[in-house]
């Protein structure tokens, strides 16, 4: 599971983010700082660690940005 360098706190924001043309990256913790270059499928939680995580979303990612999220 991977995390989004900003602590969204549910999948709408990242939506709206997204939707007003914010850049939005993301990392794997434990496996580097980020995903940069990753084009391809990530599985994403949040809000991040320690707060209770409560969303999980699937996105699309092309040379390091997030590009869509369900």
């Known amino acids: ?3 989004t360098m900003q602590d969204y706190k ?3 924001a990242i939506k709206d983010d997204l939707k007003n043309g914010i850049n939005i990256q993301c ?4 496996l580097g ?3 940069t270059n990753y ?4 599985y994403l939680e ?3 660690y320690p707060k209770p995580h409560k969303w999980y ?3 699309q990612m092309v040379n390091g940005l997030l590009i869509k999220i369900k």
Not at 39 to 42: A, D, K
């Open 1 to 3: 599971m991977s995390y």
């Open 10 to 12: 549910t999948i709408k």
């Open 27 to 30: 990392y794997q913790p434990g």
């Open 33 to 35: 700082p980020d995903l």
């Open 39 to 42: 084009t391809g499928t990530v």
């Open 46 to 48: 949040g809000p991040h």
């Open 57 to 59: 979303g699937q996105g």
